[in-house]
């Protein structure tokens, strides 16, 4: 079965500094891969996602994001952070042959210090 | 452009009452739709998906049941809610299963059981 690991609950960055929030897959198939933002008592905005293609994937917000097979790994990236990023951030990962279900991973909440 | 409301926001309900929360996509037809639960402290958990009215899949054995009586309606129902039955639901659509297919929520419905 398809899951999806964020192995950090919790990261606390300052703002201005670089943000990487770490997501592993597990499944043999290539993936269709997500990144989804959650603001406190709010639905789910997409940030980015993967098909296919160029692995360095572009998304809103300045975030970024790249696929590694090798790694099965779905990593999200920022530059420099600013305090409105504070939020959960969840991945996300489907396949065809699964009914191009998504599966979420368990969430990363962002903490910005200022 | 295509839009997705979903309520009521916030609902509190007693132990053994029903439950109906309504969901109305716009703006594109025969969408795909979802009911996706996150519980306090955990991540998204896929209830029940629709790919046509009247098709209902459940993802897991549980109180609640989903109904699909209009392409772009979706309702999740309970005759007699618990206590477990509390979490942050929300609703999500997408178009296209042969390819990526992308999942766009709504604001989300907080249901307190009491």
């Known amino acids: 079965a398809q899951s999806v690991t964020q192995p950090d609950i919790h990261i606390t960055v300052s703002e201005g500094a670089s943000l990487e929030l770490r997501c592993n897959y597990s499944y043999g198939a290539t993936p269709y891969l997500f990144w989804y933002v959650q603001s406190p008592g709010q639905g789910l905005q997409l940030l980015l996602k993967y098909f296919s293609g160029d692995t360095l994937v572009q998304g809103i917000k300045g975030f970024e994001a790249e696929f590694k097979r090798s790694q099965s790994s779905f990593n999200l990236r920022k530059p420099s952070v600013h305090w409105s990023d504070a939020a959960e951030y969840f991945c996300a990962v489907a396949y065809k042959a699964a009914g191009n279900k998504l599966t979420f991973g368990g969430g990363t909440r962002v903490l910005v210090k200022p | 452009s295509q839009t997705i409301h979903q309520w009521p926001a916030t609902l509190v309900q007693p132990v053994g009452s029903p439950l109906s929360l309504e969901c109305t996509v716009e703006g594109t037809s025969n969408p795909n739709l979802y009911w996706y639960r996150q519980a306090a402290g955990r991540g998204l958990q896929l209830l029940f998906y629709?790919?046509?009215?009247?098709?209902i899949s459940s993802e897991v054995p549980q109180n609640l049941s989903a109904s699909r009586p209009q392409d772009r309606q979706f309702i999740l129902s309970s005759k007699k809610l618990l206590l477990s039955d509390s979490g942050f639901y929300l609703c999500?659509?997408?178009?296209?299963?042969?390819?990526?297919?992308?999942?766009?929520f709504g604001e989300g419905s907080w249901l307190t059981v009491v």
């Open positions: 999500a659509w997408s178009v296209g299963i042969s390819s990526g297919n992308t999942i766009y």
């Open positions: 629709s790919v046509g009215i009247g098709q």
